[in-house]
């Protein structure tokens, strides 16, 4: 039988990181994970997301910064990387934008340099899909112009990009860059929309809406963002000379209101008040799913409803964590 790859992920403690591992430990794969428990949301949050598979005999966990571990204490032979580790979310990177730069970028480049030293040559990246800033061009395609980010987190994911292809051109890594778009469900980061929202309607706070409600994402529910994943893991797995960049999207953009009219319909309502747009936001997120589909078999299964249920469902069981 094929001896099953050792596969390191970084930032394993958190939300796309933690369903991650507990789907490669459930297909069989050797797993070691990383992460710092970054303070940019609760530690008992990511404690509880590691709990459901810290005993596998199949994981190992290092508490590990990225930015300043030594990577000469991983001694664990590994074939792959996934690299999420880092620090997400659009205002606070305006609002932070050395921090993020020294995570994403300078962290970055370090675990680069691991691989390069102990001869690791396949990564799967987490990029987003707020490089594409405001482009015109809808729905985004890969190849489409970056040049113009509107936010330091989006300069930082493009900088990763481009460092990422350096080292596929120097020292042969094979890569695929994932553009994920506003991932969704489970255990989502209690910064991002969906999660805030549920929490005000919950508690009957008034929900501030940035803009006027016009605003797109292409809202992608977890469990097929990490269908990609694994799928990049084998692509990445048995290629020679690769180096991808990929949207993982649903191809399916919802308004700000219409995502907030589900949640209604889901919750119940609560009071609205509209404020100005937050520096940074793009206009719309829509994702051109082809290449995926093409190279990934990538094939988002839930829709927007159905997802939000999932949501509920997860939200109703672990109450104690709402923060
Ligand atoms: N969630 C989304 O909608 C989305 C969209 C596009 C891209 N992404 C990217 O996907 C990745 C995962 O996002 P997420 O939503 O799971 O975020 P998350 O914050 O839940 O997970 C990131 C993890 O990285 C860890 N981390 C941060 N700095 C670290 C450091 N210096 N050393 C070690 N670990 C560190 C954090 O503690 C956290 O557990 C990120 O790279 C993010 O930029 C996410």
């Not at 530690?43 to 005993?55: G, M, Q, T, V, Y």
């Not at 969704?184 to 929900?207: E, M, W």
Request: glycine content about 6%; some cysteine.
């Amino acid at each position: 039988m094929e001896k099953k790859k050792v596969v390191l992920v970084t930032g394993c403690a958190g939300f796309i990181g933690s369903h991650l591992v507990s789907k490669l430990l459930k297909q069989g794969f050797q797993v070691m994970g990383l992460d710092n428990f970054d303070d940019f949301y609760p530690r008992n949050i990511k404690e509880k997301n590691l709990a459901e598979f810290i005993d596998h005999q199949n994981f190992t966990f290092r508490e590990f910064d990225i930015c300043r571990d030594d990577f000469e204490i991983l001694e664990e032979p590994v074939d792959i990387v996934v690299h999420l580790a880092a620090k997400a979310g659009v205002l606070p990177s305006v609002n932070n934008p050395v921090d993020f730069l020294e995570v994403n970028v300078m962290g970055t480049q370090r675990v680069l340099e691991f691989m390069r030293n102990k001869g690791i040559r396949k990564l799967v990246f987490a990029s987003s899909s707020s490089i594409y800033g405001n482009s015109k061009e809808i729905p985004f395609q890969e190849d489409a112009d970056v040049s113009e980010p509107i936010s330091p987190y989006a300069s930082t994911k493009k900088s990763c990009e481009l460092l990422i292809h350096t080292y596929h051109h120097l020292f042969d890594f094979d890569v695929i860059n994932l553009r994920f778009f506003t991932v969704y469900g489970p255990k989502q980061r209690p910064d991002l929309a969906i999660h805030k929202f549920v929490h005000k309607i919950i508690n009957q706070q008034v929900i501030q809406v940035y803009g006027d409600g016009s605003t797109s994402r292409d809202y992608t529910f977890i469990d097929d963002i990490v269908s990609g994943i694994e799928a990049s893991i084998d692509l990445v797995g048995k290629s020679k000379g690769l180096y991808e960049i990929m949207n993982l999207g649903n191809g399916n953009p919802i308004t700000l209101k219409s995502m907030i009219d589900v949640l209604f319909e889901v919750f119940g309502p609560t009071e609205l008040e509209y404020v100005a747009k937050q520096p940074g936001d793009v206009d719309i997120t829509y994702a051109d799913i082809s290449k995926a589909q093409k190279l990934l078999n990538y094939s988002p299964q839930t829709s927007f409803f159905e997802g939000i249920l999932k949501f509920k469902e997860w939200y109703a069981l672990e109450g104690a964590l709402k923060v």
